[in-house]
């Protein structure tokens, strides 16, 4: 199994639909990061979490939500999806020093 | 702000040859650096990671330096492969990872 694993690998929504991306790590870490890709922009921070308690906004956080249900569990939601949020969307676990990624989750709203 | 960049955008070499690909930010108050590889339409995979303190880090035909003060890490691929096509990635950390655009490899048999 993948040490962090996100569902869906790929989602097509309608504009304005309600969607959630999940992550799920088996690392142990306490810290879980989203972020998205763009072609040309590299990946851009949207939340991250430190601990269960602990959420922060990321550099672009503007129309996205997350929920830490547990150590292992992040998920991120979109409240209601518009185009320009068609990206290529990443999880990401860390224990302080590196990171580890998951395999990304292809979202395309049209 | 910290900004992170990376030159070239996209680099095509033929079989064999020693590459070098950059990455350059503006805060060189980090923690660490990261280098990733990433393959089309998958997710990142780390290569090497440069502690703030150090200097290099090896790991195959991979090399990575940094040089704080100025801002500055590179990347030595050698003897590159056509199994190395794909982009690379910096990121710099501090409070969060900030990432680079990548620099996008073609390594033509």
């Known amino acids: 199994d993948a040490d962090v694993t996100q569902t869906p690998r790929n989602r097509i929504t309608k504009t304005g639909k309600r969607i959630m991306l999940e992550c799920s790590q088996t690392k142990g870490h306490d810290r879980m990061y989203w972020y998205r890709q763009d072609p040309g922009l590299g990946l851009r921070l949207i939340y991250y979490s430190f601990d269960v308690k602990d959420i922060n906004k990321g550099e672009i956080s503007d129309g996205y939500s997350v929920s830490r249900q547990a150590q292992a569990k992040f998920s991120l939601s979109l409240e209601s999806a518009i185009p320009n949020q068609t990206a290529l969307y990443f999880c990401?676990?860390?224990?302080?020093?590196?990171?580890?990624f998951g395999s990304g989750t292809r979202l395309t709203v049209v | 702000k910290q900004e992170v960049t990376q030159i070239p955008a996209a680099l095509s070499v033929p079989e064999g040859e020693n590459l070098v690909l950059n990455c350059s930010f503006t805060?060189?108050?980090?923690?660490?650096l990261q280098w990733f590889r990433q393959d089309p339409g998958k997710g990142l995979t780390s290569l090497l990671l440069?502690?703030?303190?150090?200097r290099e880090q090896t790991s195959g035909r991979l090399n990575a330096s940094l040089d704080k003060s100025s801002g500055r890490s590179t990347l030595y691929i050698a003897a590159s492969q056509p199994g190395d096509s794909a982009t690379y990635l910096c990121?710099?950390?501090?409070?969060?990872?900030?990432f680079g655009a990548g620099t996008r490899l073609t390594v033509k048999p």
């Open positions: 805060d060189s108050a980090i923690y660490n």
């Open positions: 990401a676990t860390s224990d302080g020093t590196g990171y580890t």
């Open positions: 990121a710099v950390r501090l409070n969060d990872m900030r």
């Open positions: 440069i502690q703030s303190s150090q």
